[in-house]
Structures are given as C-alpha cells and as structure tokens.
Nanobody
Framework: QVQLVESGGGLVQAGGSLRLSCAAS????????LGWFRQAPGKDREFVAT????????YYADSVKGRFTISRDNAKNTVYLQMNSVKPEDTAVYYC???????????????????????WGQGTLVTVSS
C-alpha cells in the first residue's frame, strides 16, 4: 500500500503558476502509476493528469493540456504537478492517487466511476482568483 500526502496548494491569480507536490511512502512506490485528480465545489471528482511508473508515459485532461505538467522523482518518492496559466475554473481540491495498474488504466473514466483507486492523498486546495 502507498500512502500519499499533497502540498503546495494556495491562492494564485489567474495567469499565474503553482506547483503541487505529493510525497509517497511505501517500498513499491516506483512501480505505481501516479496521478492528479481534482474536485471543484459542487462537482464530481475529475481526472487531471497521470504518469507511468517510469515517467515515460503521461496523459492529461483536455482542459489542462498545454498548461499543466506532471512529473515524478522516484528517488524522492514524489510526484509533481506544475500548473501554469491557471484559470478560475482550475479552482478545486487537488488529490494525488496511485495505481498499480498503470497510467492508461488510471485515466479511464471507469476508474472514478467504479471507485477503482484505493490510494488517495488528503487533498490540497487551489484557489484561482480572477
């Protein structure tokens, strides 16, 4: 089992940047795909980005493609989400998650629909002001 703790959230102006971090513990961290999801007030949780265990495969939601970058450092057991050109609609609680099935499975709509992930962080709030 992997334990996850997010940090880096806060208040940022539209057009600005923010970097989220997620520190993981667990001996098999490097064999998990890692991802970021978010949940805005009154809305369902949605997929944001995922990265394979090697870091060589990345997927992004269309709404963040070209603005957000996911990366990982297996030596530090940490995954990052660099958020650039943020918009008010990016306001949400951002959650880190781990998936032993891989990045492709993690981005599938069925993953959230059927609650297929059991390793989540506690979330970090990002607020983008206009």
């Amino acid at each position: 089992q992997v334990q996850l703790v997010e940090s880096g959230g806060g208040l940022v102006q539209a057009g600005g940047s923010l970097r989220l971090s997620c520190a993981a513990s667990g001996r098999t961290f490097s064999r998990y795909a890692l991802g970021w999801f978010r949940q805005a007030p009154g809305k369902d949780r949605e997929f944001v980005a995922t990265i394979s265990w090697s870091g060589g495969i990345k997927y992004y939601a269309d709404s963040v493609k070209g603005r957000f970058t996911i990366s990982r450092d297996n030596a530090k057991n940490t995954v990052y989400l660099q958020m650039n050109s943020v918009k008010p609609e990016d306001t949400a609680v951002y959650y880190c998650a781990a998936d032993p099935r891989g990045a492709q499975a993690m981005r599938s709509p069925n993953t959230l629909k059927y609650n297929e992930l059991d390793a989540w962080g506690q979330g970090t709030l990002v607020t983008v002001s206009s």
